[in-house]
């Protein structure tokens, strides 16, 4: 597909965006004179690209005179102006210092003066300038949630009905890179687009970007094309080799890597983990407003590869082997990585109703805990609890006390099965408590927000329509550990045990009688592997105890280290 020239029916193509996010800042002389310190000026003629969509720029660009128009490309291939930059003002996005492709294109409009300093002179001058840190990356982590909002970037093409669909709609949304979706079965720009690249639909799923088709791209294929790191960049030895990228993951990478161990975290498929499905997390430290999670996971990604660590994606681990005071690490590619310590962060999955339509309302009608957050967006009105457990119980007995009735919806016939006594006697006694045994969720309806819950008696087959504005689901979790037996202890419910409660064994699995010393509090049963965040037995299953035992489990490595 051959570039069309920037449409100039726009208006006005040349006034310089205003700053209206603190999106598009402006460098001090001070400043401009420390990155020039590492960058070369240059003059630059009006039509000249300095980057292109698609393709990976190496170069910070500042303006000194001139201006920059700032383009993305629509669907029948026409660019747009979306911003204009003049002078004191810098190019670029989050994607950029990460060494990702660009999502979008920077034209010179006004012939100028530019100073071009390689992003990885600007990568180390952020580690050590904490206003121009601070500036640079509020501004690309700003860019960056604009140009998500705007749908630039990459095209998925693709039926709401194909999994493989869903599966790079997931990968793209959970790793926060702009792109659109085209639902073959609902949108009409979708099939001209396809005729547009000669692509038939049964070859679809589909990523268009920059002229280039990739014909269902596996994860590790769409990362590849947009820069994202892959395993094959890990360097053979590391210090440390955490698993999983959530919360747990993110904060032992920053500590490790700010420590000066060589650190690198395995993710499956994004950064964020559980908490990056959360739309807002209000009770984190440091953020009175609340963060949503992808944002949090976002920064901290960041601040890990400020210290050099290496985050990568798309790289999930099937197996761990260690012997000699060391661990490998294989994975699901066949590919393995070697480790002196290795810290186990991948996690929960917090079991979910098998509900049509339940996931679009969770973190906002849909919750898996019960604070006073959650019962202040519940509102007064009638809540829905399922589950026989005690967590479900608790979360009956202070909601009860919050709004006008609590359903506890049971499958079993008898509460008294997995809640302590205590816990059922308290619910039995509540006036606005109801509990209905042999119950199950079978509908949820809404607009945005969840405003009806369907429940079935399964004994007599009657449907009954709750109103209301909250479902809370307390049926488990699952730790993500099947690829660790035999490898580390687990507990009877699959999670790691740590310090005292796990004992050393062979690799086979066998317990060790006699002992070399007692685990750190959060060593596994294999010395050098560490577990941290909600995959270890016994853990609070929150943001921030899983950033406190990341940081934690980084000390424990020193003091297993020696150093
Ligand atoms: C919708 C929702 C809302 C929530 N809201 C809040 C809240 O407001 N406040 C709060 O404190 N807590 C909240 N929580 C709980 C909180 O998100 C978790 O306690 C926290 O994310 C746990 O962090 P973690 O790093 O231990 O595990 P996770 O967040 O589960 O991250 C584990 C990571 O490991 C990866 N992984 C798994 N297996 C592998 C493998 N084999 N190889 C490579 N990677 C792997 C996963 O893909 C995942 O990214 C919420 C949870 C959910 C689901």
């Known amino acids: 597909m051959s570039e069309a020239a920037i449409d100039q029916r726009e208006s006005p193509p040349l006034a310089e965006t205003p700053d209206i996010y603190g999106a598009y800042p402006r460098l001090s002389d001070d400043q401009i004179a420390a990155l020039e310190a590492g960058g070369a000026r240059r003059t630059v003629n009006t039509g000249e690209t300095l ?7 190496d170069y910070f660009f500042v303006m000194l005179s001139g201006k920059v128009a700032v383009t993305t490309t629509d669907d029948a291939g026409n660019r747009h102006v979306i911003r204009v930059h003049g002078p004191g003002r810098f190019l670029g996005e989050l994607g950029d210092l990460e060494g990702q492709a660009a999502f979008y294109t920077a ?21 050590h300038d904490p206003v121009l840190s601070d500036l640079i990356l509020r501004a690309y982590l700003l860019r960056r949630s604009l140009l998500i909002r705007e749908e630039s970037g990459f095209r998925i093409i693709g039926s709401c009905y194909s999994p493989d669909t869903a599966r790079l709609r997931e990968f793209a949304a959970r790793n926060r890179l702009p792109h659109r979706w085209f639902d073959l079965e609902r949108d009409k720009h979708a099939e001209r687009l396809l005729q547009r690249f000669g692509v038939p639909p049964q ?17 590790t294929e769409l990362a590849r094309r947009v820069g994202l790191l892959l395993p ?7 210090d440390v080799v955490v698993v999983g990228a959530g919360p747990a993951g ?21 950064t964020g983990g559980q908490a990056g499905t959360s739309s807002r997390i209000e009770n984190y430290l440091g953020f009175p407003g609340g963060i949503s999670g992808g944002d949090l996971a976002e920064r901290a990604a960041l601040q890990a590869a400020k210290f050099g660590a290496r985050i990568l994606v798309s790289a999930e681990i099937v197996r761990l082997q260690s012997g000699d005071g060391q661990h490998q690490l294989t994975l699901a590619d066949g590919a393995t990585v070697v480790a002196r310590a290795v810290v186990l962060a991948t996690g929960a999955r917090y079991r979910r109703l098998a509900v049509p339509g ?27 609890i ?3 457990g005690n967590s479900a119980g608790q979360a009956a007995i202070f909601l009860a006390e919050r709004v006008s009735r609590v359903y506890v919806v049971i499958r079993g016939d008898d509460l008294n099965k997995d809640m302590s006594r205590y816990l059922v006697d308290q619910i039995d006694r509540h006036p606005r408590v109801t509990v209905r045994s042999c119950t199950e969720v079978r509908e949820v309806h809404g607009d945005d927000k969840l405003s009806e819950v369907v429940i079935e008696d399964k004994r007599t087959g009657e449907r009954h329509s709750i109103q209301t504005r909250a479902l809370f689901v307390f049926i488990g979790a699952d730790p993500n550990t099947s690829w660790l037996a035999g490898a580390v202890q687990l507990d009877d419910h699959g999670f790691v045990p740590t310090g005292p409660a796990a004992l050393y064994s062979d690799t086979d699995g066998t317990r060790r009688t006699t002992q070399r010393r007692q685990p750190l509090t959060l060593e596994t049963s294999q010395p050098g592997v560490f577990a941290a965040g909600d995959v270890r037995s016994g853990s609070v299953k929150r943001v921030a105890s899983a950033v406190g035992e990341g940081s934690m489990a980084i000390r424990q490595i020193h003091e297993y280290f020696g150093t």
Do not use: H, K
Request: with cysteine; net charge negative; proline share 5%.
């Open 51 to 57: 980057v292109r969509e698609g393709e990976r720029s």
């Open 107 to 127: 034209e010179v409009v006004e012939a100028g003066e530019v100073l071009v300093v390689p992003t990885e002179r600007v990568r180390a001058l952020v580690v």
């Open 203 to 219: 070859d679809t799923p589909v990523v268009i970007w920059g002229g280039e088709v990739l014909r269902n791209p596996t994860n």
């Open 232 to 238: 094959d960049t890990v360097p053979d030895e590391s």
């Open 250 to 270: 993110l904060a032992a990478a920053v500590y490790g890597s700010s420590d000066g161990l060589i650190t690198a975290a395995m993710e499956r498929i994004a």
């Open 358 to 384: 339940l996931e679009s309302f969770e973190g906002d009608g849909v919750y898996y805990a019960a604070t006073v957050q959650e019962a202040l967006l519940c509102g007064t009105g009638p809540v829905v």
């Open 386 to 388: 399922v589950g026989g």
